[in-house]
């Protein structure tokens, strides 16, 4: 079974700043639609951002409570996803996961076919 490979994940004071990143090995990394997703303790999974592939213009979408200090990217050449999260909050703590799919891009767990085992952000205040 195929699995996304996270990093970057830690520890963060409030304000600070961490970029996750996301490999795909074995897939067509330059056909996938790509997302992140998060999940707090207690809580579901939630959208965080997504990112479409170059036919698209790798155009960008973000959740109301990421939008302006994270920023989603992707280096196709090394196949390779980004997260980069500035003026992180106590309530960004969660798990984050990254998620594929080679036909759509939505906001949803269920519309991704390939998922990473996650990494742990946590933001101290």
């Known amino acids: 079974q195929v699995t996304l490979v996270e990093s970057g994940g830690g520890l963060a004071q409030a304000g600070g700043s961490l970029r996750l990143s996301c490999a795909a090995p074995?897939?067509?990394?330059?056909?996938?639609?790509m997302a992140w997703f998060r999940q707090a303790p207690g809580k579901e999974r939630e959208y965080v951002a997504r990112?479409?592939?170059?036919?698209?213009?790798?155009?960008?979408y973000y959740a109301d409570s990421v939008k302006g200090r994270f920023t989603i990217s992707r280096d196709d050449a090394k196949k390779t996803m980004y997260l980069q999260m500035n003026s992180l909050k106590p309530e960004d703590t969660a798990v984050y996961y990254c998620?594929?799919?080679?036909?759509?891009?939505?906001?949803?767990?269920?519309?991704?076919?390939?998922w990473g085992q996650g990494t742990q952000v946590t933001v101290s205040s």
């Open positions: 998620a594929a799919d080679n036909a759509r891009s939505m906001e949803v767990v269920s519309g991704y076919e390939y």
């Open positions: 074995g897939l067509t990394f330059s056909r996938l639609f």
């Open positions: 990112i479409m592939y170059s036919f698209y213009d790798n155009t960008a």
